[in-house]
């Protein structure tokens, strides 16, 4: 369970990373079924490191949006409702802290269930939106090692679909630089306040001949506070070993981190609300940002030690 100090920092710095949160064993059986996945005449070969250098093959693409291979990503949704998969990352004591956070009743994953991207992209060209039809975890999804190629500066975003607070789950080790996920610490304050609704945001329709918007609309407030972070805030990068878990806030800012190592870096993705979210998630946010969550969440003051904070890598 989660302390006093742990729910005080992630209500400051908007993320919490738990190592061990997930059973190794468990995290190895899930990076066969992810390799079993492949059709077994891809180029990818588990056992030949040099192929797992990206971009995939033109061969082994799959732009079947439950299972993505295109470029570096390597996104498995069918995984998100494999019951082991749910097992791993709706634990009983993985869902105990997320509901420590988040109080209420926890929306139940459906093992067997729909996965994500059954409906395709949200939009011609777009995202696949992770609440649409989604009834188990976003997925497992790796990022191949990029090879030898000039380094590209760090772009955060926050995501646009409606839930509360998500998690990311490493089935398997990942070294700094390794392609973890990247969080900007106590970005969920800032942006918070920038978006008209509270966990969720206005769509507009995609028009092909109407190209410059594409589905989402920001707030300029938004859009600034986004560059002020990706111009002047270090992010945390939640590397780690098999096990390892980073849960993090709705509106923190965060991105899929670039891969300069050699292995594969291999996560799988959740989702967290409660069954108030239908009631909540179109709500202003001209209130206490916290009014939502669990009360051991509304009663912490923020605080925290500073041994956390050096566990945490805050900088
Ligand atoms: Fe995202």
């Known amino acids: 369970m989660l302390s006093d100090d742990q729910i005080g920092f992630f209500k400051t710095q908007g993320y919490l990373i738990i ?49 993505v291979r295109q470029g570096q990503r390597w996104l498995n949704r069918f995984l998100g409702v494999n019951p082991e998969v749910i097992d791993l990352i709706y634990s009983e004591s993985i869902c105990a802290m997320a509901q420590q956070l988040l109080g209420g009743t926890l929306r139940q994953a459906v093992s067997d269930g729909m996965p994500m991207g059954s409906y395709g992209p949200a939009w011609p060209g777009g995202p696949v939106d992770p609440a649409l039809g989604n009834q188990g ?9 990029y090879g030898n190629v000039p380094r590209t500066p760090d772009q955060c975003h926050t995501d646009g679909h409606p839930f509360q607070l998500g998690v990311v789950g490493l089935i398997d080790d990942c070294p700094s630089e390794g392609g973890a996920f990247k969080v900007w610490p106590g970005s969920h304050r800032l942006l918070y306040p920038t978006f008209r609704l509270r966990y969720d945001q206005p769509r507009i329709p995609v028009y092909p001949h109407l190209p410059k918007l594409t589905g989402i609309v920001h707030s300029p407030a938004y859009l600034e506070a ?54 909540l998630r179109a709500r202003p946010v001209d209130v206490d940002m916290w009014q939502d969550w669990s009360p051991a969440v509304q009663r912490s003051d923020g605080s925290y030690p500073d041994a956390l904070a050096r566990h945490q890598r805050l900088p």
Do not use: K
Request: proline share 5%.
């Open 19 to 67: 190592q061990g949160a997930m059973d190794p064993t468990r995290c190895a059986r899930v990076r066969d079924l992810m390799w079993q996945a492949l059709p077994p005449t891809a180029d990818l070969r588990r056992e030949d490191a040099a192929t797992h250098i990206g971009p995939f093959t033109e061969a082994d693409e799959s732009t079947d949006s439950r299972h």
């Open 137 to 145: 975890a976003r997925g497992v999804y790796c990022t191949l090692p």
């Open 226 to 279: 986004l560059a002020q972070l990706d111009q002047e805030s270090v992010p945390v990068e939640c590397w780690g070993s098999a096990g390892d878990i980073v849960f993090w806030h709705h509106r923190l800012a965060h991105m899929a981190g670039h891969n300069y190592s050699a292995d594969i870096r291999q996560a799988v993705l959740a989702d967290f609300w409660t069954d108030a979210l239908d009631e």
